[in-house]
């Protein structure tokens, strides 16, 4: 156990060298490390929203938004179905409550009107055991010819789930657009996403950019009235009034079915307006809106075609020839910010849900100051008591495993450092707790090799005996913390897996530096000193 072959030796010298070189940067500013070689690590430690402070959001889906939309939804696509055959005649078309409904007029078709109907209940999973598929929507029939479509419960949670995991890739694409490092975006219970991001500087942008769906949608505006008019009286069929973004609002009827989404958009970027030099929002179509938006120019020209967001005309430009690049430009009493921010949500994609913020907290970063300035302190405290009464137990080797103590604090803030995990409040807690665990393994080899000394082994044997017998119960013991670990992590969010983190980075750093780096320590100074009784 005390030959090392010189291999070994250089390995585990690298080790310890990385492991200082990663931590070095967190010694120095910004604009120091700028002027560092670039071979040179430059990366800092990641910390958390309670150290660096930022902003903290919980949002919530708006259920019942997501069911009226899917339920008018719902009641375009039977319409489009029914009408597939001329010879079933309906009348009562439309949601009610939390139902899509339509009455058959002849009775004699119901079964046929039923039929046909029947794929809308939208199967979603299909079971592998012959049991029943899971539906959407159930659909009923009465007597009197009435069809109605509701969520079934299955249904309806498999949506919300659904629902979740979409908002949240598009909620982080949104924040990466910000440039805000290592946010933290996670399910909370069943419909609710949490967003922590540190160092945000301006919380207000990031509720606004995260409150709004960006339902972006792009309708013709029909010409056949004015939007007054239809106000007053009834829009065609086939139409909708839509209000500007302006201030005061202006109506505007437009085709109630889009020509194009947003889903089809690849690029969104800020630009200026050469003429005005105001600012204005380019826009560029995948291949297939390319071609979709070429056909409406060429069809259209002369025609106002509006571009709507949540349900809001942001621009409603006349087509003044064929625009055949599939891309476009929406110009508006824009600032900087508010051109860049419209960038940002046209890019990240739209929610598939309207998102509520039920609880919201904006955390200074003198909060975290004073955190960082007592986990220093309590790590101060705690390694100095560590190293006094490692030397006063155990002589010239307390000093050595305070040599791996401090090497084991090295190892955590490098992989740290170099994994740019996120440092919490708790994680400082698990560094803590690490340094006053740190020197258990140490203690267990002394005390074995005491026992092997008094058994009356020489000291190379007692020493060689010491690290054999007591490897088996330090992997034992951190093994057992690592499953704790593994488990905080899994189980966890937000601070608990920055305490599991930083406690499993320990557990690794604890053995190789209290067993292996304390062990070549020992055999070098046996080599060099070859002592003739134990100096414990």
């Known amino acids: 156990m005390l030959h090392f072959a010189r291999w070994k030796i250089v390995l585990i010298v690298l080790v310890v060298a990385a492991g200082v070189l990663m931590t070095l940067p967190n010694f120095f500013s910004a604009k120091q490390l700028e002027s560092w070689p670039d071979f040179l690590p430059k990366n800092q430690m990641v910390l958390g929203l309670d150290l660096r402070g930022g902003a903290y959001l919980l949002l919530e889906i708006d259920k019942q938004d997501y069911v009226d939309k899917r339920m008018k939804a719902l009641v375009s696509e039977i319409r489009t179905t029914l009408r597939d055959d001329p010879r079933i005649g309906y009348t009562g078309l439309g949601v009610q409550g939390d ?63 659904s629902l979740v995991q979409q908002s949240i890739e598009v909620i982080r694409r949104r924040v990466d657009e910000l440039g805000t490092t290592e946010p933290n975006i996670q399910r909370q ?193 705690a390694g100095a008591a560590v190293i006094v009464f490692m030397i006063l137990a155990y002589g010239r080797f307390g000093m050595i495993a305070d040599l791996a103590l401090m090497t084991n604090i090295f190892l955590i803030f490098g992989a740290l450092t170099m994994l740019q995990a996120t440092l919490t409040l708790p994680g400082i807690a698990g560094i803590v707790l690490t340094i006053g665990m740190a020197v258990d393994a140490n203690v267990l080899i002394f005390e074995r090799i005491r026992e092997e000394a008094r058994a009356g082994r020489s000291v190379i044997s007692a020493i060689d005996a010491g690290y054999s017998r007591a490897l088996g119960t330090i992997l034992d013991a951190n093994i057992t913390t690592l499953i704790a670990a593994v488990i905080l992590f899994q189980l966890g969010s937000g601070p608990v897996r920055g305490f599991a983190v930083t406690l499993a980075i320990g557990i690794f750093t604890t053995v190789f530096s209290a067993f292996t780096f304390s062990r070549l320590l020992v055999a070098l100074w046996i080599r060099r000193r070859r002592p003739s009784k134990l100096p414990i």
Do not use: C
Not at 128 to 141: K, R, Y
Not at 289 to 315: C, H, M, W, Y
């Open 99 to 161: 139902s899509a409904q339509v009455r058959i007029r002849d009775l004699t078709r119901l079964d046929e009107a039923e039929e046909r109907l029947q794929p809308l209940v939208n199967p979603l999973v299909s079971n592998l055991f012959g049991g029943q598929p899971v539906n959407e929507f159930g659909l009923t029939a009465t007597d009197d010819g009435l069809i109605r479509f509701t969520f079934t419960e299955e249904g309806l949670d498999d949506r919300m789930t």
């Open 189 to 381: 219970g069943t419909d609710r996403i949490l967003v922590e991001a540190p160092g945000e500087s301006d919380p207000e942008r990031l509720k606004d950019i995260l409150g709004q769906t960006a339902q972006l949608t792009f309708h013709m505006v029909d010409t056949s009235m004015s939007a007054q008019q239809a106000l007053q009286n009834r829009p065609p069929v086939g139409t909708m009034v839509v209000m500007s973004i302006d201030d005061p609002p202006s109506p505007y009827l437009l085709d109630e079915v889009p020509l194009l989404t947003g889903e089809e958009l690849v690029d969104a970027q800020v630009g200026f307006d050469p003429q005005t030099n105001e600012p204005i929002v380019t826009f560029r179509f995948n291949q297939t809106g390319a071609r979709k938006f070429a056909q409406i120019t060429a069809e259209n020209i002369g025609r106002p075609f509006a571009i709507v967001l949540d349900d809001e005309v942001i621009s409603a430009p006349v087509i003044r020839g064929i625009i055949p690049g599939g891309t476009g430009q929406i110009s508006g009493s824009f600032t900087v910010d508010a051109a860049n921010d419209l960038a940002v949500l046209m890019r990240a994609g739209a929610l598939p849900a309207k998102l509520t913020i039920i609880e919201e907290r904006s955390i200074g970063p003198g909060l975290g100051a004073d955190s960082i300035e007592a986990g220093k302190l309590a790590s101060i405290i």
